[in-house]
């Protein structure tokens, strides 16, 4: 299979773009959809790699899955789902950890393989596990697997240390089955934990709070199916918007949520980049120049790690010095390695990144490193003068839909 993209720089980025349902919140929705009886109907659900790899280890447990014809993505789970699930899977995708909280609150057990993911760091699954144990599940972690089962499901009280993502969402499932009340504090406030609450309430799960720091579950006997829609990928979008800002070009990017992308329009204006709400899309033109500006990740409505190696990317061609640093995930500039073989001048200290602006990027044969350093990698290719060719393209196919034809319909030649 192929495994590169080759782009053309150096030219603006004009046209119009539909973003895709969120990776992020289509994979724990999928996850939550085993906590129902019944057909799931999931609309917006985007055909990326991670998807696909989820949806076959819900096949290998038994579950039908199916793309209806207008796209929707359908589900179906038997009563006996297996509760394993297997290591190949497992090791190519991180929200495999998301079957927990769902398998052991439809199933009462779960065996899930340590997952795997983008290599960005550290990744440990301390604070799920302490959730589950406070609502009364029993883990043990042995060969490479967490195994979890029941002793006596009773709701209770979670302080989070970190608001983690992946942790609030497998407490909020396992929750909405758990016999009375479930509170998280400092829970994550991402949209797609909004998601998933406004998709576990359709199916009966009584969920208040969601999008603030602390979330009250009351726990439901019996959820059932139901038909949903999953909300716009807001990294997909931003990548989008950073594209027109990167090179001077204009972009008109469809099915977004303002809200969510305060924090990286506000980013892109301070670069010069001119962002603009237009009957619910946005509108980002870039400017010829581009300001250097410094960036802090944090937990939402903080600026995302996952738009991170993007705005580092851009700001390779700032007229000054940018300074980046990255809270949530260590190894988040792997990339930057790549960025130099097209002449950027960064330097990294620990979480810290200093970007010195250099007048262009030259096209160089580079690779990816994980599904946002790809990311990045493309918008400094479209930057750069000359071609880029970017190996392990997989990593940017699990989280894009269709990239290489939206930035064509972007006026951007990509041959692959
Ligand atoms: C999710 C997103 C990912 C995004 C990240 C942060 C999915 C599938 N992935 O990942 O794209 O970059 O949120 O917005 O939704 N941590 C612990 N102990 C734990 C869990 C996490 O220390 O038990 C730490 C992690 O090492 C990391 C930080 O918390 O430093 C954030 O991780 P978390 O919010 O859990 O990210 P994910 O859910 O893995």
């Known amino acids: 299979?192929?495994?590169?993209?080759?782009?053309?720089?150096?030219?603006?980025?004009?046209?119009?773009?539909?973003?895709?349902?969120?990776?992020?919140?289509?994979?724990?929705?999928?996850?939550?959809?085993?906590?129902?009886?019944?057909?799931?109907?999931?609309?917006?659900?985007?055909?990326?790699?991670?998807?696909?790899?989820?949806?076959?280890?819900?096949?290998?447990?038994?579950?039908?899955?199916?793309?209806?014809?207008?796209?929707?993505?359908?589900?179906?789970?038997?009563?006996?789902?297996?509760?394993?699930?297997?290591?190949?899977?497992?090791?190519?995708?991180?929200?495999?950890?998301?079957?927990?909280?769902?398998l052991l609150g439809r199933r009462r057990q779960a065996k899930i393989s340590l997952p795997g993911g983008c290599d960005i760091g550290s990744r440990p699954m301390d604070l799920h596990l302490k959730g589950l144990q406070v609502l009364g599940s029993k883990v043990v972690l042995e060969h490479g697997y967490?195994?979890?089962?029941?002793i006596k499901l009773q709701g209770g009280r979670i302080y989070l240390d970190f608001p983690s993502v992946g942790a609030t969402e497998n407490i909020m499932m396992l929750a909405s089955t758990t016999p009375g009340t479930t509170i998280i504090?400092?829970?994550?406030?991402?949209?797609?934990?909004?998601?998933?609450?406004?998709?576990?309430?359709?199916?009966?799960?009584?969920?208040?709070?969601?999008?603030?720091?602390?979330?009250?579950?009351?726990?439901?006997e019996e959820l059932k199916a139901v038909?949903?829609?999953?909300?716009?990928?807001?990294?997909?979008?931003?990548?989008?918007?950073?594209?027109?800002?990167?090179?001077?070009?204009?972009?008109?990017i469809e099915n977004v949520i303002p809200t969510h992308l305060l924090p990286i329009k506000a980013k892109l204006e301070e670069i010069g980049a001119d962002v603009t709400q237009i009957n619910g899309g946005i509108r980002v033109r870039g400017n010829d120049k581009i300001y250097p500006v410094d960036i802090k990740t944090l937990p939402y409505p903080g600026f995302p790690t996952d738009m991170q190696s993007q705005m580092l990317a851009i700001l390779t061609i700032a007229q000054g010095t940018s300074v980046i640093v990255e809270n949530v995930f260590e190894n988040r500039f792997q990339m930057v390695?790549?960025?130099?073989?097209?002449?950027?001048?960064?330097?990294?200290?620990?979480?810290?990144?200093?970007?010195?602006?250099?007048?262009?990027?030259?096209?160089?044969?580079?690779?990816?490193?994980?599904?946002?350093?790809?990311?990045?990698?493309?918008?400094?290719?479209?930057?750069?003068?000359?071609?880029?060719?970017?190996?392990?393209?997989h990593y940017i196919f699990r989280g894009y839909e269709d990239i290489e034809n939206k930035l064509r319909g972007l006026g951007v030649k990509v041959i692959s």
């Open 146 to 150: 967490i195994e979890a089962s029941v």
């Open 227 to 252: 038909r949903y829609a999953v909300i716009p990928d807001r990294i997909e979008a931003g990548t989008y918007m950073a594209a027109a800002a990167a090179t001077g070009g204009d972009v008109m």
């Open 1 to 102: 299979m192929r495994d590169s993209l080759i782009i053309e720089g150096g030219h603006r980025v004009c046209g119009e773009v539909r973003v895709s349902g969120a990776k992020n919140a289509s994979l724990v929705i999928i996850a939550a959809s085993i906590l129902a009886r019944g057909r799931t109907q999931l609309e917006n659900v985007p055909k990326i790699k991670d998807v696909e790899v989820l949806l076959d280890i819900l096949k290998y447990q038994g579950c039908l899955v199916e793309w209806e014809d207008d796209g929707t993505l359908a589900i179906e789970v038997p009563d006996n789902i297996l509760t394993e699930s297997p290591y190949e899977l497992s090791k190519k995708l991180r929200a495999s950890n998301l079957l927990l909280g769902s």
């Open 185 to 220: 504090d400092n829970a994550a406030k991402e949209p797609e934990i909004v998601d998933l609450a406004n998709f576990l309430s359709a199916m009966g799960a009584k969920i208040r709070g969601a999008g603030t720091d602390l979330i009250k579950i009351e726990g439901t």
């Open 337 to 393: 390695d790549e960025l130099k073989r097209m002449g950027a001048k960064v330097k990294v200290e620990g979480h810290t990144a200093v970007v010195e602006g250099v007048p262009h990027l030259h096209g160089a044969r580079v690779k990816a490193t994980d599904l946002r350093a790809g990311a990045a990698l493309i918008l400094a290719a479209l930057i750069a003068r000359g071609q880029t060719e970017i190996d392990n393209a």
